[in-house]
């Protein structure tokens, strides 16, 4: 079994959750190590949303879970990984592995799946993510990083890029199908590049910023539309088979409008997570044309696997803005505040005594 390189595990903490942006190096004790767990020596870390709306926190946390490096270390069973492999995490570092949602191929969704930060291991240890000089998963839910996808491209994709891929796959986006993104920010940039891999012949962006119609067209997006206009949704003439809502403001989500633009048995899948309810609508949205109304959450591990292959294979790049991880803080401002396009990627920048 190898040994970690990295003798001190530090990383960039909040230690008040009303100083959401503001961090401070800490060391901090990994969990033990486990006879499937994998140590990375993280590169690269992507930035999501951080928030004040914290909830119950464990403080001080390190957040991040769109984690890049290299293996360290590998555990006396793990099969996936060798010392030297490029390898990242995503918003999970282990499960359960034995209960229905698991076995069938439904791990995100275990009830007693960890969470890369802010979350509990069984024996007690509190996780923390990839604001860090290394992070320790078990092999499931740490994923090969091609050769041909860089490491600081690669890190938003298991988050951001691995939520949309997984429910355009999972509803069926290919050739010959219309789908719609609803939001392009971080997420919604990955889906359009993701459904123009995928050789959808139509792709519509739906955005109340019409200041990004240029970028969409950019990406892929066959037709933008602009849902600040009243009755937007008139304005499509050909009905979609799949719309994928990205945004996360309820306030801005028009589902009666959204649905009147489906086909028939067509689908609308949320993927986005606003703080406030969605809005209400009647039953007869969903039975007039039959549609469904979905959500899903992240994606499994062969669906991350496949993702980064399709990235590999179809050149697909990130619009990302590399910032070194001291600046956390700002970036995480600068997210909150919409003043990214569209991802940041913290490159480490903590210096550790080497090898033991």
Known sequence: ???????????????????????????????????????????????????????????????????????????????????????????????????????????????????????????????????????????????????????????????????????LVRNGAGPEKSVGIVGLGGLGHFAVQFAKAMACKDIVVFSHSPGKKEDALKLGATRFTDTSKEDFQKGITMPLDLVIVTADVSSGIPIEKLASILKVQGRLIIVGLPDNQLPTFKASTLTENAIFIGGSKIGNRQEAIDMLKLAADKGIHPWIELLPMRDAGKAVTNVKENKVRYRYVLKMDIPTSGKN
């Open 1 to 167: 079994m190898a040994v970690n390189d990295t003798t001190e595990w530090k990383g960039y903490a909040i230690s008040d959750t009303k100083k959401w942006n503001a961090f401070e190096v800490i060391n901090f004790d990994p969990k033990p190590p486990g006879d499937h767990d994998v140590d990375i020596k993280i590169e690269y870390c992507g930035v999501h949303t951080i928030t004040g709306g914290w909830g119950e926190t464990m403080l001080p946390v390190i957040p991040g879970h769109e984690i890049t490096g290299h293996v360290v270390r590998v555990g006396p069973k793990v099969t996936e990984f060798k010392v030297g492999d490029r390898a990242g995490v995503g918003p999970i570092v282990c499960s359960c592995l034995a209960c229905d949602k698991c076995r069938c191929g439904n791990e995100q969704h275990c009830d007693n799946a960890v969470d890369t930060y802010n979350a509990k291991y069984p024996d007690g240890t509190q996780s923390q993510g990839g604001f860090s000089t290394a992070i320790r998963a078990h092999e499931h839910f740490a994923f090969p990083i091609p050769d041909g996808v860089k490491l600081e491209e690669a890190a938003p994709m298991l988050c951001a890029g691995l939520t949309v891929y997984s429910p």
